[in-house]
């Protein structure tokens, strides 16, 4: 990809994080949305921190300017023990001197990217921006409504009740991640290409709705032991989890918290929830989550063996693909793109959340960690992370590719992801 591409990706990507801080109030930059990450504020210099970083050692001429802000802004958190982060707003800079920190790292960046960077770099500084333009997302969906300037979005489709039931989805065999020869850009989780034989297998041919996980709440699933693992079942109890946390209870019925006001339940949206409410769901159904090579399959495959980019063949995504460049803040009907289905005939596998697996997220045969950023993957690799494929409305087109992996912690509720279930 020429720099220049690249250039104008970056330049894009800043400005739809800029979009994103924008519809925070003044008074609300101090928050902590989230009670496990960092206040906005923190995010507000981390991406021009991630940038210096990972950048300016490479360009020749630039200096640091200001080092302890380097620091602070250099990484956020994970806590996977229950501890959670006790620092107070005065802890932090104003929000005038971040926003002079990101003024700054931008002048010099540019200039010192005027005579070209190393295309591998410039893509993860790219991407790395373009995910948090998502997770950041996350954050402000749990902002109080006052807390945020209202944005438009596209419409959902008008959409009524769907036969659901599940696709036979074959034997067959699928390749999982990319080889090192590949041109295009993967991060170090993706490689290396390597082929998995999939046994035949059931799935769901939609994700599971609010309407179909209401059954599970109303028939008491929250409450059955049976359902949830130990440490599942310890997690909701110490957090009191009684519900998905994009729900909220008016009255006698249940309202959806979406992105800028709240709604009577869409019974025929996908339902958002934590990779623990999702298992202990296809528990109570009487089936399981789908590994990650399994939804690979019923994603990407076909009946002749080939693979395909995208579900739906390999046309990039369009409108009569799924809601795609950033359109829509919630989520839309699981059954409002047909013309997104996939060889077998599985629907909405792209663009309307990201879908839980089975599957631990661990390396590929042949990892290798980026040198520059020793801990992107490596340290998720614990087993308390769990792979999610797809992608929601608010992931960019690049990371709709066909190798790339999310993860999550299995109690983490708060990412734009649903679930199929799989027997």
């Known amino acids: 990809m020429s720099h220049t591409t690249l250039s104008a990706r970056l330049a894009a990507a800043r400005a739809e994080s800029d979009r994103l801080f924008q519809l925070v109030k003044p008074d609300a930059i101090y928050d902590r949305p989230i009670p496990e990450r960092h206040r906005i504020i923190f995010y507000l210099g981390h991406l021009e921190a991630f940038d210096w970083n990972l950048l300016h050692p490479k360009l020749a001429g630039l200096k640091a300017f200001d080092a302890g802000l380097d620091r602070l802004f250099a990484f956020g958190i994970d806590p996977v023990d229950g501890g959670l982060p006790s620092d107070q707003p005065g802890d932090w800079p104003t929000q005038s001197q971040v926003e002079s920190y990101v003024r700054r790292v931008r002048t010099e960046l540019d200039t010192g990217l005027a005579a070209g960077a190393d295309d591998l770099l410039m893509n993860v500084a790219i991407e790395h921006r373009l995910m948090h333009v998502e997770t950041l997302a996350y954050m402000l969906h749990q902002s109080p409504m006052e807390a945020k300037l209202r944005q438009s979005q596209t419409a959902p489709p008008e959409s009524g009740a769907h036969q659901g039931g599940m696709a036979e989805i074959p034997a067959g ?102 990779h623990a409410e999702a298992s202990a769901y296809a528990a109570w159904a009487g089936k399981r989550l789908p590994t990650e090579e399994e939804w690979h399959r019923a994603a990407y495959g076909t009946l002749s063996g080939e693979e395909r980019p995208f579900p739906w063949g390999t046309e990039p995504p369009q409108s009569e693909h799924g809601y795609f460049g950033l359109g829509r803040w919630d989520p839309s009907p699981v059954n409002a793109f047909p013309r997104g289905r996939s060889a077998f005939g599985v629907e909405g596998m792209l663009a309307n959340g990201w879908e839980w697996t089975a599957s631990v997220f661990e390396p590929f045969p042949g990892f290798e960690p980026f040198p520059f950023y020793l801990g992107y993957s490596a340290n998720f690799f614990d087993g308390l992370h769990y792979v999610m494929k797809g992608g929601s409305a608010r992931t960019e087109r690049s990371m709709l590719r066909r190798s790339f992996r999310n993860w999550f912690q299995a109690h983490y509720q708060y990412a734009y992801a649903g679930f199929r279930c799989a027997k």
Not at 173 to 191: A, M, Y
Not at 213 to 242: C, M, P, V
Not at 250 to 259: F, I, K, L
């Open 173 to 274: 065999r699928v390749t999982l991640g990319i080889p090192r020869c590949r041109e295009s850009f993967g991060w170090d989780n993706e490689f290396q290409a390597h082929p998995v034989d999939v046994a035949a297998f059931a799935i769901d041919r939609y994700k599971v709705t609010n309407g179909e996980f209401l059954e599970f709440l109303r028939a008491g699933g929250y409450g059955d032991r049976g359902l949830w693992t130990d440490a599942n079942w310890t997690w909701k109890q110490r957090q009191g989890i009684k519900h998905p946390v994009f729900w909220r209870k008016q009255a006698a019925e249940w309202a959806y918290r979406g992105m800028f006001e709240e709604i009577p339940l869409p019974l025929h949206w996908p339902v958002y929830v934590s």
